[in-house]
């Protein structure tokens, strides 16, 4: 079983849609989590932290539930530059040993 | 963009071969880390390193080894390459300490034939 896993996709969406992305991880030693965009053949960038009460960056919010292990990132009013690919991200300690998932393929449509 | 840049971009090698990424991170960065990503794939942590020294390593075997040096410069080297080598090696840098942000390169694109 790999350590985070999520849903391959591809979503297909069309502008304008609401997209949720769910994650788990299986470490339950994890602190710090993460979601990572990344476009086609380029390095994977920063989107947003994962807080346990949950946060929000404009039309980005993510969840963490402990309990769960369970990760989520939703995307509101879809852009068609938001088509990448998702990655979710734990850590035991952060900044050490970024775990990732497998991503998910986002494609927004118009 | 980062500040942290890489290279070679792209190379490729053949089977057997030895290969030296390089890594250049931000000024202050003592951590970097180095991660494998195949296609289709999310990036395998490699190894970690801490003012120079090796501080956690992932699933991968001895020939994979890697070099911090004192401006915040920083190596992986692959000594007999196999085709599953083959990926995109990413360097990620940071200062560390609690929320700072990680830093990842472009990326190094190897194929080995």
């Known amino acids: 079983r790999k350590e985070v896993e999520q849903d391959p996709g591809p979503f297909n969406v069309p502008e304008g849609a609401t997209v949720a992305f769910n994650c788990t991880y299986s470490?339950?030693?994890?602190?710090?989590f993460f979601w990572y965009r990344q476009d086609c053949r380029k390095e994977p960038k920063l989107l947003m932290s994962?807080?346990?009460s949950g946060n929000e960056d404009g039309r980005f919010t993510a969840q963490l539930n402990r309990a769960s292990q369970y990760i989520s990132l939703l995307i509101r009013d879809s852009k068609l530059s938001d088509s990448a690919t998702y990655l979710c991200?734990?850590?035991?300690?952060?900044?050490?040993?970024?775990?990732f998932g497998a991503g998910t393929i986002l494609r927004v449509k118009s | 963009e980062t500040g942290v840049t890489q290279s070679p971009t792209h190379l490729i090698k053949t089977r057997g071969q030895q290969v030296t990424l390089r890594c250049s991170s931000q000024s202050g960065h003592n951590t970097v880390s180095w991660y494998q990503q195949a296609l289709g794939q999310g990036p395998q942590f490699i190894f970690q390193?801490?003012?120079?020294?090796?501080?956690g390593r992932g699933n991968f075997p001895p020939r994979f080894s890697g070099l911090q040096f004192p401006n915040y410069s920083s190596e992986l080297n692959v000594n007999a390459l196999e085709l599953d080598d083959s990926a995109l090696y990413l360097c990620a840098s940071c200062l560390a300490g609690y929320r700072n942000t990680i830093y990842f390169g472009e990326g190094s694109w190897l194929t080995v034939v």
């Open positions: 470490n339950s030693a994890s602190q710090s």
């Open positions: 390193y801490y003012r120079e020294e090796e501080n």
């Open positions: 991200v734990a850590s035991i300690q952060y900044g050490n040993k970024l775990v």
């Open positions: 994962v807080y346990s």
